[in-house]
């Protein structure tokens, strides 16, 4: 390991698998004698982690490397500042953010992270050679280091990557390429070591989860790949484990064995996020997403059949270019019918290169901002009714952290909500028993009730 310690600023944008990105990232670059730090500014190595699914990716970006700028330039003299753009915005845009953009040294694709130390170098020798957007997952996950820095006790795990469905407002099968899965053994493996560093709570993530469909573990060959299902069972198994989730997961993904899975194994939480991004079936065709509104009500039926504590959450896109108000009219009826504990909602925006983009009949921006205002307004009353109906009940809560107020604890209870109470500090890492006296649209509050689990 280097014994010159350097500063590492990471600036992550977007969904949890860009989470689990960068602090890969970080684990690559600890051996090379990097420290994360909490300011850009006179750190030694800057790296900006991109999404490119939501509106003004780019835009966003360059605002980004503009304020940059001025730090790069103030730390010519001692060191130098290296910048470099990661993910998804990196993977579509690599040799124009190169030519765009002076102050950048490196890009490098969401596939090629593992390479950062090679392309550190490469950008000190010559800048404009360090570009690497290729697709070679597998060998990013074989080379990554075994051992990853961990904060708190919840942790993210990819496991499946890349997207076949091709959405027509998406740009995921562009930037993450085509699906594909990690073995049961590496992932048990990093599990594991997770739990041995005190993480009681792990989310799967994969761009469509339940799309898993990885390699058995050794000696059980003949089992052919393991689903979604499969999977979660046997990480329930590993000792220290006390919650499993996963997200984000695609309605045409939705198997029996996986929903059987949350009736048999109850570390799994009673909290399903699975988007419908329209309830109208013509803008569902028209998106491509392959199933109809019916279809995706009947899943959710048969999940809360088998797990009748679920809570379900959503995606919703409005603006639609073709979407009459009929159309969004549909979106807010399933709404209504669905009920949602959360969920996210957005204005469409093009994506170049997506089909969406090229569509006609585009919606005007104040229509889309209309429509987004009533749907989340619902969606807010909704979100806040589901809190409040928690009010007198018992929930097994997480703690990760102290709050904000002396003497107060945070955590999450099975539903993803905050969670405070007033508590001693010994039960961070724990779970405990909380009473549930009040609740906003964002957390619950409540008492501490008898002996906590302690799972440690």
Not at 62 to 71: A, I, M, N, T, V
Not at 177 to 187: I, T, Y
Not at 353 to 373: C, S, Y
Request: one cysteine or more.
């Amino acid at each position: 390991m280097s014994s010159t310690r350097k500063r590492l600023y990471i600036k992550t944008y977007g969904c949890q698998m860009n989470v689990y990105d960068s602090e890969r990232m970080k684990d690559v670059l600890t051996p090379l004698g990097y420290e994360t730090s909490d300011e850009a500014e006179g750190s030694d190595l800057v790296i900006i982690n991109t999404c490119h699914i939501r509106e003004k990716a780019a835009e966003k970006l360059y605002s980004d490397l503009g304020r940059l700028r001025p730090f790069k330039d103030a730390k010519a003299e001692s060191g130098g500042m290296t910048i470099a753009v990661a993910g998804c915005v990196a993977q579509a845009e690599g040799p124009e953010i190169m030519r765009r953009a002076p102050t950048v040294d490196l890009v490098v694709g969401p596939q090629s992270y593992h390479k950062l130390p090679e392309l550190i170098a490469r950008a000190h020798r010559a800048r404009g050679e360090a570009l690497d957007t290729e697709f070679e997952v597998e060998d990013k996950f074989d080379l990554l280091p075994a051992e990853r820095h961990v904060e708190g006790y919840s942790a993210f795990v990819t496991v499946q990557e890349g997207c076949d469905k091709f959405c027509t407002f998406c740009v995921v099968p562009y930037t993450r390429g085509a699906e594909w899965s990690r073995p049961v053994d590496q992932l048990v493996n990093e599990i594991r070591r997770l739990a041995a560093k005190g993480v009681r709570e792990i989310t799967l993530l994969g761009q469509n989860v339940n799309a898993y469909h990885g390699a058995p573990p050794a000696g059980r060959e003949a089992d052919g790949p393991w689903g979604l299902g499969q999977l979660l069972r046997h990480i329930a198994l590993i000792g220290g484990i006390e919650r499993v989730r996963y997200l984000t997961s695609h309605p045409r993904d939705m198997d029996e064995d996986l929903i059987a899975a949350h009736r048999d194994e109850t570390k799994i939480m009673p909290y399903l996020h699975l988007p419908i991004q329209s309830g109208s079936d013509r803008i569902l065709k028209a998106m491509n997403r392959q199933h109809t509104y019916a279809e995706y009500a009947e899943l959710i039926a048969r999940m809360r059949e088998v797990r009748p504590d679920i809570a379900i959450s959503g995606d919703f896109i409005v603006g639609f270019p073709g979407e009459t108000d009929a159309d969004f009219e549909d979106t807010m009826k399933c709404v209504r019918e669905i009920g949602y504990a959360s969920a996210f909602s957005f204005k469409y925006s093009r994506r170049p290169g997506t089909p969406g983009a090229a569509m006609p009949n585009q919606i005007d921006e104040t229509v889309k901002t209309e429509r987004l205002h009533a749907l989340q307004a619902l969606l807010d009353e909704q979100q806040t009714g589901f809190n409040r109906s928690q009010i007198g009940r018992t929930l097994p809560v997480l703690f990760e952290k102290a709050g904000r107020i002396a003497g107060q604890l945070h955590g999450r209870s099975p539903y993803l909500q905050s969670v405070h109470v007033d508590g001693p500090a010994e039960l961070i890492g724990r779970i405990g028993m909380v009473r549930i006296e009040d609740a906003s649209r964002n957390s619950l509050s409540g008492q501490l009730v008898g002996a906590e689990q302690d799972v440690a």
